[in-house]
Structures are given as structure tokens and as C-alpha cells.
Nanobody, 115 residues
Framework: QVQVVESGGGLVQPGGSLRLSCAAS????????MAWYRQAPGKQRDLVAR???????NYADSVKGRFTISRDNAKNTVYLQMNYLKPEDTAVYYC?????????WGQGTQVTVSS
């Protein structure tokens, strides 16, 4: 069984920064991709950033130039550096781990951007 745990969320003022971490652990597996999604109240869960095992990266247009996704494949860990945060970034951020034919989700970490 695979466990996915996020950390790093919190309350930050507009223009501030946060760094989210997500670690996958459990039985042996090979990760095809890891990604960050977010869901605000009353909204759908949308992709924020994704990185494949080969290093291919894509971002949502709303975060390009502000967020950076990276990973440590040896540790099965993905990071999301969030800079110049805006109130509209407020959401629960979920880590998604794609293991070829099945995806695993963490429980999410709350990010609140407010003055």
C-alpha cells in the first residue's frame, strides 16, 4: 500500500511564499509522475503543476512564473515552491502520485493567503 503525505501549508500574507512537500512511501513502486492539485470551496479540483519521472513539467496558466515544482526521485518526494502568493491561491492543495495505472492522493494541506 502507498501512503502520500503533504506538508508545508499555512497562513501567509499576499506576496509571501510557502514551500509544500509531498512524500510517497510504502511497498515498492515506480512513480510515473507526481503533481499538485488544489481545490477552493465550491470549486473543482484543478491541476496546479505536474512533473514526470523524466523531468517534464507543466503548470496551470494561473501560477506560471510564480510557482516552481521539483522532485527528488530517490526520496519519492515532490515540492512546490510558491512565491508571490495571491488571495486567489487560497485552497486545499493535494498531492497526486501516478503509479502507471493508479493514482494515489494525499489528504491535502490548507494554504490561506490573506492580509
Amino acid at each position: 500500500q502507498v501512503q502520500v503525505v503533504e506538508s508545508g501549508g499555512g497562513l501567509v500574507q499576499p506576496g509571501g511564499s510557502l514551500r509544500l512537500s509531498c512524500a510517497a512511501s510504502g511497498r515498492p513502486f515506480s512513480i510515473r509522475a507526481m503533481a499538485w492539485y488544489r481545490q477552493a470551496p465550491g470549486k473543482q479540483r484543478d491541476l496546479v503543476a505536474r512533473i514526470t519521472s523524466g523531468g517534464t513539467i507543466n503548470y496551470a496558466d494561473s501560477v506560471k512564473g510564480r510557482f516552481t515544482i521539483s522532485r527528488d526521485n530517490a526520496k519519492n518526494t515532490v515540492y512546490l515552491q510558491m512565491n508571490y502568493l495571491k488571495p486567489e491561491d487560497t485552497a486545499v492543495y493535494y498531492c497526486n502520485v501516478d503509479i502507471t495505472i493508479r493514482a494515489y492522493w494525499g489528504q491535502g494541506t490548507q494554504v490561506t493567503v490573506s492580509s
